[in-house]
């Protein structure tokens, strides 16, 4: 059974996926929950407090994804692990996620500034840094850089998943974007990250 805070947090996500920060409304969200507003302010101080909690949850999950499979990366070497379990993760999330994301980006990104920014974005370039140091010349190459590699992925999971959302109900979307569509993308993108696009030439 939800608590009165679960319930006020799963109103104000669909508040925010359908208004963004701007346009959501307290008393909406009240009435969305089936509490009243002093309930809401109980738990929140304020609205931008309930929009930052949501957004911090949402960064701390995708963080303790990618955190779960760093030891195996650094026993193995191989940083394919952190980018599949990104993928699968992100490509799981509820679609109300990513409209806050679009929303929030149309609105010139403070809060991804904010919270997003020194949540994920810091520190996971911090452990990739590393790990492609401690494997420089073993198992990855010398040449690649970490940190944009990682925004390399980051960028290109998160349009995906924008791009399943924004073009449903066209034949795009039934060719590449479907939720059939999905491990094969995941499963794609690591070989094109393993392996690269260009054959080698036979010996």
């Keep these: 059974m939800e608590t009165s805070k679960e319930k006020i947090l799963n109103a104000a996500i669909a508040e925010f996926s359908r208004f ?14 089936k ?15 309930l929009y930052e909690t949501i957004l911090h949850n949402l960064a701390h999950n995708i963080v303790a994804t990618v955190t779960n499979t760093i030891q195996k990366a650094f026993e193995t070497g191989n940083p394919i692990i952190l980018v599949e379990a990104y993928a699968k993760h992100i490509s799981s999330l509820d679609k109300q996620y990513f409209m806050i994301i679009i929303r929030e980006l149309a609105s010139g990104g403070k809060y991804i500034k904010k919270i997003i920014a020194p949540t994920i974005i810091e520190p996971m370039t911090q452990i990739i840094g590393t790990l492609f140091e401690s494997n420089k010349n073993k198992t ?17 999971v998160i349009i995906y998943n924008l791009m399943r959302l924004i073009l ?23 070989e094109v990250l393993a392996h690269g696009i260009i054959k080698e030439k036979d010996i």
Excluded: W
């Excluded at 010398?142 to 980051?154: E, K, L």
């Design 35 to 49: 509490v009243n507003k002093a309930m809401i302010y109980y738990h929140f101080p304020s609205k931008e407090a």
């Design 20 to 33: 963004g920060f701007d346009g959501a409304r307290v008393d909406r969200i009240a009435k969305r929950a």
């Design 168 to 190: 449903q109900g066209t034949s795009v979307h039934s060719k590449y974007f479907s939720n059939e569509h999905v491990e094969h993308y995941i499963q794609n993108l690591c």
């Design 140 to 156: 990855i190459k010398p040449s690649i850089n970490p940190q944009f590699t990682m925004i390399h992925v980051a960028g290109a």
